[in-house]
Nanobody
Framework: QVQLVESGGGLVQAGGSLRLSCAAS????????MGWFRQAPGKERVFVAA????????YSADSVKGRFSISRDNAKNTVYLQMNSLKPEDTAVYYC???????????????????WGQGTQVTVSS
């Protein structure tokens, strides 16, 4: 069982930056693929970024490439999402997720992930 707690969300102006953190419980954090997803009101939850257990491989959605970056610190059981050049369309609840297995085909899909955090709100004003 893995528990995930996100933090770092808030209100920011367009063009600004935020860094989200996701703290995980458990002693096997490094064995999990970690992902970030977001969900805007009335829309489905969509993939933002993911990172392999070692941190050696990262994946990101086209909509955030060049602006967002994912990283992890396995010693601290924490994964981060650095968000720069934020746009109003980035407004959403951001969720952290953990997957106990890796699939390159499924890494950007909700179905791969076994555990989810409660989400943190990010609001970007124009």
């Amino acid at each position: 069982q893995v528990q995930l707690v996100e933090s770092g969300g808030g209100l920011v102006q367009a063009g600004g930056s935020l860094r989200l953190s996701c703290a995980a419980s458990g002693r096997t954090f490094g064995s999990y693929v970690m992902g970030w997803f977001r969900q805007a009101p009335g829309k489905e939850r969509v993939f933002v970024a993911a990172i392999s257990g070692s941190g050696g491989s990262t994946y990101s959605a086209d909509s955030v490439k060049g602006r967002f970056s994912i990283s992890r610190d396995n010693a601290k059981n924490t994964v981060y999402l650095q968000m720069n050049s934020l746009k109003p369309e980035d407004t959403a609840v951001y969720y952290c997720a953990a997957a106990g297995r890796f699939s390159r085909l499924l890494v950007s899909t909700v179905s791969l992930y076994d555990y989810w955090g409660q989400g943190t709100q990010v609001t970007v004003s124009s």
